[in-house]
């Protein structure tokens, strides 16, 4: 929440914490939570902070819920590193999520992605298709 704090955003928002994992250890368990979670939220936009290694499997669990943009971003670099991608990645995301039509999408490194097709590159430190 600190990083939406630096923001400055001009619109209202809420935050709502569901879990403090490694991406590597969310399970399918925690994705029905995140699953039901969006779904029954009355936000028709709705921005999820993921961490990268599992990203993607979380936004195509997503693709089943109908009428809502939810957009999926994090950080190839921790917020808390000197260098690090959050503030950007999550800067474009807020953006994206206010014009694209409904659907999932992942926000990085400037580029939105299909969770489907989408697949996170260590030794480019980006997601690529």
Known sequence: SAVFEELKLGFSYSIES???????????????????????DPATRILITHGTDT??????????????TIVLTGAMQPAAFKRTDAHFNIGFAVSALQILPPG???????ELFDPSRA???MDLDRFEV
């Open 55 to 68: 990203m993607a499997l979380t936004g195509v669990r997503l693709k089943e819920i109908e009428g809502k």
């Open 104 to 110: 999932v999408y992942l926000a990085m490194n400037g």
């Open 119 to 121: 697949r996170k590159n």
């Open 18 to 40: 569901l879990m403090k994992k490694d991406s590597l250890e969310i399970t399918d368990e925690d994705r029905e939570v995140i699953f039901r979670k969006v779904r029954e």
